[in-house]
């Protein structure tokens, strides 16, 4: 089969035979031109903003035109000429690798994730959008003057399709159902009423009258206090019992005997406890909102997504919630308070007795705000659980450290330093006890052990409660793509095109967070921003060091956007190369080959290994135009065998 443009887009659109495919396969694999086309095709889809072809001028193109080529049935003489324009034009070649694309999608059911159907919706105008009747200078409708001067233009403004409202209902079918319920439920209220208060007697809130057996019953004067009720001389009856929570215990007393019961002593209010006015009301709640004014996520676990969280909203037992960068958000319980800085996860539960506070650190970081005397934090992390007792009013920072050995798939164990600010911190891990001087910080290492670590200034973070003033300007920015009643992933989507590359990396780093992988693994092929793809390596890497399972959740979205073939070379680039790899030389010559692989995420991954392993910059290697000085510096340092791995930690 012979190599040409339908043949090419018939093979990548995956249209033809297992033989034909692997025909074509071959041609590509030894023609630098077709992989040149193949990645140029790749571009030209998805390049936003990128016009239709015109229908008029030297360079205007008849859609039948189009179709007459995907279909074979245009003459041989012209199809030349067609390939030549679409070769030299990229709205033309679009035009042509989108429609066969289209075409060959038709008896397919096409896959539409729910975010891309979501936010069409939103794009759906409504009745505002239509534009008002012109008038005249009286004032007058254009539609009652004479018709006018000359013929109707033939093209007319088509205007955006509008759902019709549906006809209203009649009155009693609206506040008919609503009013029958009203009416029954004070027909209810009413007999529950008589039924409680035969014969218009009221019993007093303090005591209850036991009568005998068949004779009528008493008319007491209500009981304002606790005192027993003093029943009618004509009318003999039992002497009154208190009730069980004021005097479970008391002896039977003769009615007219019965002493006025004094009233209980008034509690000492506790210096070291807070006052209970000055909480918060949590009902039904283990905590609540106490303050966020950026983005503070909660897992609806019915619906299946995350939804924002407001000032005052109570968080039950066992619910997760998640704060984004650069914000800080704070969570109070009913006698204290815990903050969560910039991207972290906790898992809430409701506080024991003798317990200030009761979460799972997931991910991130927080401090121990406000505190009082003899509070204790219960936290888990991991599979480990520790009990934090601060120093009153001491802010304490709580990290969970996530790492993964390079080269490993699978991230290291988790495990939690602690910070104190000006006090001493009392710490124990299931009886492995420990005490923190102030100012210093110490590790739980995975044998469950404390390491106390070099003293060292306490961090802002647990120091300062408020944000740098970078990340609050660029936080105002971030948070007003997020709208009420609107999907948060959908929020992020939208961030992800922001002209600011501080930004989109924001937004990255939040649809990683959120774990969203189908809106960042597509970000590794951004030609246009080298600043989104670096953030989107970043955070896929972070992503495979939170869990076992997370390798193979990245390993399906690769295979989805990428195929199984190029996943594979994605994946491994991603997971990076380990200290004995790293001193190989076949590593790295594998390295410099990939600075010219047809995709750009390739070439992204491998300069990013590239700096990686050997501590240089990219030698002026932009991954979006390869071709240059800088794949010559570094083709010439492996000709020289001047790579090797640099001293120290890598930087990811």
Request: overall charge negative; charged content about 25%; some cysteine.
């Amino acid at each position: 089969m012979r190599l040409t443009l339908r043949t090419l887009l018939a093979w990548l659109d995956d249209t033809l035979s297992p033989n034909e495919v692997r025909e074509i396969g071959k041609q590509v694999a030894e023609s630098p031109f077709a992989r040149e086309l193949v990645e140029r095709l790749h571009k030209v889809s998805r390049r936003r903003r990128l016009t239709v072809p015109s229908s008029n001028g030297p360079d205007g193109t008849d859609p039948n035109e189009v179709a007459a080529y995907l279909d074979n049935e245009m003459e041989p003489d012209a199809v030349a000429e067609f390939e030549r324009k679409c070769l030299t034009s990229d709205v033309h070649l679009a035009e042509v690798a989108c429609s066969h694309q289209i075409l060959s999608l038709i008896g397919q059911k096409a896959k539409v994730p729910d975010v891309v159907r979501q936010r069409m919706h939103h794009l759906i105008k409504g009745r505002e959008s239509q534009p008002p009747a012109p008038r005249t200078v009286d004032g007058h409708a254009a539609s009652k003057m004479s018709a006018p001067v000359g013929p109707r233009p033939v093209k007319q403004p088509v205007q955006p399709w509008v759902t019709p409202l549906p006809p209203e209902r009649p009155a009693w079918q609206r506040y008919g159902p609503v009013a029958g319920v009203c009416v029954l439920f004070l027909i209810l209220i009413a007999s529950a009423w008589m039924s409680l208060t035969p014969g218009g007697a009221a019993s007093g809130p303090g005591a209850v009258a036991v009568l005998d057996a068949g004779l009528p019953q008493p008319n007491p004067a209500p009981n304002a206090g606790n005192r027993a009720v003093e029943p009618a001389p004509v009318v003999p009856a039992a002497a009154a019992i208190p009730h069980p929570d004021l005097a479970a215990n008391a002896p039977p007393v003769a009615p007219a005997e019965v002493p006025e019961k004094p009233a209980p002593e008034a509690a000492k209010p506790d210096p070291d406890k807070a006052d209970a006015s000055k909480l918060p009301n949590l009902p039904q709640g283990a905590a609540a909102v106490a303050n966020t004014e950026g983005v503070l996520l909660r897992w609806n676990n019915d619906a299946r997504t995350w939804e924002r969280l407001d000032d005052g909203d109570s968080v039950k037992n066992q619910e997760r919630v998640l704060n984004l960068s650069p914000f800080r958000a704070l969570l109070s319980w009913k006698s204290s308070r815990v903050e969560l800085v910039s991207e972290t996860e906790l898992r809430v539960f409701s506080a024991a007795a003798g317990q200030a506070a009761r979460f799972e650190l997931v991910r991130g970081r927080v401090v121990l705000r406000d505190t009082k005397r003899g509070e204790t934090f219960m936290v888990t992390f991991g599979t480990r659980s520790v009990r934090v007792t601060p120093s009153p009013d001491s802010p304490v920072g709580l990290e969970v450290v996530l790492s993964r050995p390079a080269g490993a798939a699978v991230g290291a164990a988790p495990r939690l330093r602690v910070y104190s600010a000006d006090a001493e911190v009392e710490l124990d891990a299931g009886g492995h006890k420990d005490t923190l001087a102030s100012s210093s910080s110490i590790l739980l290492n995975d044998a469950g052990e404390w390491t106390q670590e070099t003293a060292q200034a306490t961090p802002n973070w647990v120091a300062d409660p408020s944000l740098p003033p970078f990340d609050k300007q660029i936080g105002e920015q971030f948070v007003k793509y997020f709208r009420p009643k609107r999907p948060v992933v959908a929020d992020l989507v939208e961030a992800v095109d922001d002209e600011q590359a501080d930004i989109r990396r924001l937004a990255i780093a939040a649809l990683g967070a959120v774990g969203d992988l189908s809106m960042i693994v597509p970000v590794l092929n951004n030609a246009e921003s080298a600043v989104s793809r670096r953030a989107a390596i970043n955070v896929l890497r972070q992503y495979l060091s939170r869990s076992p399972e997370n390798i193979k959740a990245v390993r399906e979205q690769l295979n989805t956007e990428f195929g199984e073939d190029s996943a594979a070379s994605y994946e491994r680039l991603l997971i990076g190369f380990s200290p004995r790899e790293a001193r190989e030389e076949a590593t790295y010559r594998s390295l410099v080959d990939q600075l010219s692989a047809a995709e750009v995420g390739l070439r992204e991954l491998a300069i990013w290994n590239l700096e990686d392993l050997t501590g240089r910059d990219n030698l002026e290697y932009d991954a979006a135009n390869p071709e240059g000085k800088g794949l010559k510096a570094w083709q010439d340092l492996l000709r020289n065998k001047a790579l090797r791995p640099a001293a120290g930690v890598p930087k990811s």
